[in-house]
């Protein structure tokens, strides 16, 4: 089996910053794309950042130099470097991976469980 375990969301105030991370687990041949996306109340699931293994990056416009993506391929975690929070960046934040499983064929997409961020005064 495979698990995306999220951690670092919590409670900031505007203009501050958050570090997330998402280790994955299990029996992991490859890890190809991973990335972030969040939810806000009421709205849809949304695309914030992803990273291949190579390290290419792709943001939403939205986050676009303020959020910076990252990963550690040998310990198959990516990051998401947070800062200049705004109120609207509130949502709940869900890490993503295409991942190989050892011995097995092709790539299957799994989700974390998300985590809570909170950028209040």
């Known amino acids: 089996q495979v698990q995306l375990v999220e951690s670092g969301g919590g409670l900031v105030q505007p203009g501050g910053s958050l570090r997330l991370s998402c280790a994955a687990s299990?029996?992991?041949?490859?890890?190809?794309?991973m990335g972030w996306y969040r939810q806000a109340p009421g709205k849809q699931r949304e695309l914030v950042a992803t990273i291949t293994s190579g390290g290419r990056t792709n943001y939403a416009d939205s986050v676009k130099g303020r959020f910076t993506i990252s990963r550690d391929n040998a310990k198959n975690t990516v990051y998401l470097q947070m800062n200049s929070l705004k109120p609207e960046d509130t949502a709940v934040y869900y890490c993503n991976a295409d991942i190989q499983r050892t011995g097995m064929w092709g790539s299957n997409n799994y989700w974390g469980q998300g985590t809570q961020v909170t950028v209040s005064s």
């Open positions: 299990g029996s992991i041949f490859s890890i190809y794309v």
